[in-house]
């Protein structure tokens, strides 16, 4: 353990060295070879620790250390987390394209073609080439993007690996909170294209629909789901009421929000129709209903309790039989109940 | 001073002219392309590919011959705006060879040590554009998620990548044109759409299952589904050896489009007169080539490739190894049909179309596949319609009719060089049962020497006939023969037909009754002293090959003899 501390510790230097010393100017292609492997390295660390709590925190420890004396010496040093370390080998990258002090010949090299993939025969990884191969995988997606179903791959890709993620997490111990932490994070970080992060949700939750594997994440995700109403009611209503048919408590909370929408309603007399006053109108009325009817018709069970709780409130109304005074009654009356 | 100066430097008047108006032209393009992302746009991206790739090469030229970047500044103001902007397209940057240029061209700008303001502020840009290249996210959900899954860069798109072909590819597998039903929209669109996104991604491995499944796609409709600058891009990439692709997407590719296929025919060609290769060697080649599997599969390559060897042979009709490549081909081509043909049912005809058909069967039966005690017949009714076709032809044409008469001629004799299996039998019958050797000699110097110019093939025959008395001669006296018997022979590269004279000497030595001793030192003396080692040694190897091929199993004595024989010959090496 003390070697794997020692390397780990070495290889921030490195990295240290990489991104803000003046010391790459003599660094040659080997040494960057080496670079990119000890930062491997330290992935593969990552992969084998990540879920055993004692030697992460000793791990921890050390980076803090590491961390602590090149603040000392370096301005601006940006510190490396524990969970930065399964990006070790792109954060070495981006240190290196930063420092204006890396000699040209060692950018022209990382962005020459690269040749036929046959490096199994030198002592470190080949990294001829390994920018340019980014940059064409980057814009081939974006060749490719139009042909395919706006962002079905992108989507894809992300919705698995947040899976994946929540998987990982989970299985560290019963402690949800980082799991929580980390869905929380992702939708922070993704408030500005909401649409994008519901599409990765939708398919996340498809590709996890019948894999015996993925249950734990998959109601992890669910139960996660059901207090946030914003990413709910953006998701498709096919996918809402299969998930529905699957979950009581996600049928219950898929109810609430569809109740919560009908309660945001204001009859508009000019139009004669119920709609929502909220900055960003998600449903018309008759969507509602349709939405109602779809969730009786999956869960039959749903449509006796709902029946009465819209009696309920109804009668709170003041239990007229008008049209327009209660959005309850309007409800109930265009469900046939 | 300044006069002198267009003399000292010859290269700034005869400069490749680079115009200004074709810069400006090119950042237009630029500029639009950049600015808008409907279909129009990128169709007209691909289209110009091929000339953006030939105006950076041109760029590049020029970068190289200014002396300094502030020159180079100066002279094209709008020079890294362009560059810039094109390295934001991904049309650009997704083919090797124009990122490769766009880079080369950023390169040649930057200064190792820069003079002044504007150098320094080159330098700066250039780095700053390629990090933000490699290292920038333009998808704000993606960067979230890769920081806080720590999922590298390089593997989130070589995932988002490889998902994409794998969707597009169950796309083009399950749109097929259904001719029953016509109000089906066809799909061929989508096909065309993607293969002119292809274009650019040729030389990308992970693009390749896309691109096989392109090529394989059934062709149903009436429209070209396949874009004409896909095929093209391909074929190019193909012939400077880019390009891999699985065995059948090859096959498709060839189908879609023959320059390839002659590429792949000529460099064939090439590779086989280029070494000398024993037939075991040469059957391997022409085996891996995949060339006679894909015309198995598709008559119209078969007929291309055959019409290619044609014109070779015209122009050298006594080039051996390129007959010994159309028999080899000929010989793997049959096999791999004989292996398509329950499913298939095309007949002969239609892969021999000019050839004459009362000859077709009788030529492309192996002798391994009859008894050899029917070779005689067999030879002496080849021998007779040989002699009849040639004949009418080249009489009967005193007037115009001369071209199509030797257009006859030649395609029996072409027949002959893919069947000349045959010729070889006619050989061995010559050596082992001499009787009536007569129609045995003129097909074999009908193949050796096919066009009757000056009516030389009476004066072959003659030849022939002499050679072969004189080796039975030598071959049949039990001691070892003087010298001077065989001096005659020691002329063979002069005489007649040094290859006939040659295989009937291996023949003889193999099939003679002598011992092996003598045959042995009789072929050793001859061969050194012609100098025609490599060419006995093929001789043998085919014979060889032959015999043990065909189910005649000759005794082992024969082998034996090869065998010994085989191993002098090495040593004389």
């Known amino acids: 353990m003390e070697a794997v501390l020692k390397n780990l510790s070495s290889t921030v230097e490195l990295l240290a060295v990489a991104a803000y010393s003046g010391t790459v100017e003599q660094w040659e292609k080997y040494n960057v070879s080496r670079a990119f492997d000890w930062a491997r390295y330290c992935e593969h660390i990552y992969s084998r620790y990540h879920s055993n709590p004692a030697i992460r925190r000793v791990m921890e420890q050390q980076l803090e250390l590491t961390n602590q004396s090149l603040q000392d010496v370096i301005p601006g040093y940006t510190e490396v987390s524990f969970s930065d370390l399964p990006r070790l080998q792109h954060l070495l990258l981006v240190g290196l394209l930063n420092n204006p002090e890396v000699p040209i010949s060692l950018l022209k090299m990382l962005f020459d073609t690269r040749g036929p993939v046959d490096n199994m025969k030198s002592e470190y990884q080949d990294v001829t080439g390994l920018c340019s191969h980014i940059i064409q995988c980057k814009a081939a997606c974006k060749v490719l993007s139009p042909l395919t179903e706006l962002s079905a791959a992108g989507a894809e890709v992300q919705g698995r690996m947040l899976m994946e993620r929540l998987g990982a997490l989970l299985s560290r111990g019963s402690d949800t909170r980082p799991a929580e932490h980390f869905l929380g994070c992702v939708l922070q970080e993704c408030e500005g294209a909401g649409r994008q992060f519901c599409l990765v949700i939708t398919a996340a939750l498809l590709t996890t629909k019948n894999s015996a594997a993925q249950t734990a994440p998959r109601e992890f995700l669910l139960d996660w789901l059901q207090n946030k109403h914003s990413v709910l009611q953006s998701l498709p209503a096919t996918l809402l009421i299969d998930l529905a048919k699957e979950h009581k408590k996600f049928r219950d909370a898929y109810c609430d929000v569809l109740k919560k929408w009908a309660s945001d309603m204001e009859y508009i007399i000019s139009e004669g129709e119920w709609v929502q006053t909220s900055t960003n109108p998600t449903v018309s009325f008759q969507k509602l209903t349709e939405r109602f009817m779809a969730l009786f018709e999956a869960c039959p069970s749903l449509r006796a309790k709902t029946e009465k709780e819209l009696k309920a409130l109804k009668i709170s109304d003041g239990d007229f039989d008008v049209k327009g005074l209660s959005v309850w009654g309007d409800l109930l009356s265009a469900l046939n109940m | ?573």
């Open chain 2, 1 to 573: 001073m300044s006069e002198l100066q267009p003399l000292s430097q010859p290269q700034q008047t005869a400069e490749p002219l680079l115009n200004v108006q074709e810069m400006q032209f090119w950042l237009d393009k630029a500029v639009a392309w950049g600015q808008a992302d409907s279909p129009d746009t990128q169709k007209d991206t691909c289209l110009h590919l091929n000339r953006l790739r030939d105006f950076l090469q041109q760029l590049l030229a020029h970068i190289s011959n200014m002396s300094s970047t502030a020159e180079t500044m100066k002279k094209l103001p709008l020079l890294g705006q362009f560059l810039g902007r094109l390295c934001w397209n991904p049309y650009v940057t997704a083919g090797d060879t124009s990122r490769n240029l766009l880079l080369q061209c950023l390169w040649g700008l930057y200064s190792e040590h820069p003079s002044n303001a504007v150098e320094r502020k080159a330098n700066q840009w250039i780095r700053k554009v390629l990090c933000q290249l490699a290292t920038e996210e333009d998808d704000g959900v993606a960067q979230a998620l890769m920081k806080h899954m720590g999922v590298p860069a390089k593997e989130y798109h070589l995932n988002v990548l490889t998902k994409m072909v794998a969707l597009l590819q169950e796309n083009v597998g399950k749109s097929c044109c259904s001719l029953s039903n016509i109000n089906q929209r066809c799909s061929c669109d989508n096909i065309l759409a993607t293969s002119d996104a292809c274009v650019p991604l040729i030389t990308c491995p992970e693009a390749s299952p896309l691109i096989g499944a392109l090529l394989q796609q059934p062709v149903t409709c009436v429209k070209e589904a396949l874009s004409e600058d896909f095929l093209d891009a391909l074929s190019s990439a193909y012939s400077s050896r880019n390009l891999s692709l699985e065995e059948q997407a090859l096959v498709s590719l060839w189908h879609h489009s023959l320059p390839s296929l002659e590429e792949a025919v000529l460099s064939l060609l090439e590779s086989v007169t280029n070494t000398t290769s024993t037939p075991q060697m040469l059957h391997q080649q022409v085996a891996q080539s995949l060339l006679p599997k894909a015309c198995a599969q598709h008559c119209s390559l078969f007929l291309v490739t055959n019409d290619i060897f044609r014109s070779v042979l015209k122009q050298a009709e006594g080039n051996e190894s390129v007959k010994s490549l159309v028999q080899t081909f000929t010989r793997c081509f049959l096999w791999e049909l004989a292996l398509l043909q329950p499913q298939t049912s095309v007949s002969l005809k239609a892969f021999f179309p000019q050839s004459p058909p009362s000859l077709l069967v009788p030529l492309l039966t192996l002798p391994s596949e009859m008894p050899q005690e029917s070779w005689r017949n067999h030879l002496n009714w080849l021998s007779g319609s040989l002699q009849r076709l040639t004949e009418e032809e080249e009489e009967g044409n005193g007037d115009s009719r001369s071209t199509r008469g030797h257009y006859k001629v030649f395609e029996t004799w072409f027949l002959l060089v893919q069947c000349a299996h045959w010729v070889q039998a006619a050989v061995q019958l010559l050596v082992t049962s001499p009787e009536d050797c007569g129609p045995l000699l003129r097909l074999l110097t009908f193949y050796h020497h096919p066009t009757n110019r000056w009516h030389h093939r009476a004066l072959q025959l003659v030849g022939a006939r002499e050679a072969w008395e004189h080796l039975r001669s030598v071959f049949s006296v039990s001691a070892r023969p003087p010298i001077d018997r065989l001096q005659s022979l020691v002329t063979l590269p002069s005489s007649p037909a040094p290859l006939l004279t040659l295989s009937l000497l291996v023949n003889f030595a193999v099939f003679c009754q002598q011992p092996l001793s003598v045959s042995t030192e009789i072929l050793q003396t001859v061969v050194h002293h012609s100098g025609l080692v490599d060419e006995a040694a093929c001789v043998l190897s085919s014979l060889e090959l032959r015999l043990s091929e065909g189910s005649c199993l000759s005794n082992d004595r024969v082998h034996l003899r090869i065998k010994e024989l085989q191993k002098t010959l090495t040593h004389m090496h």
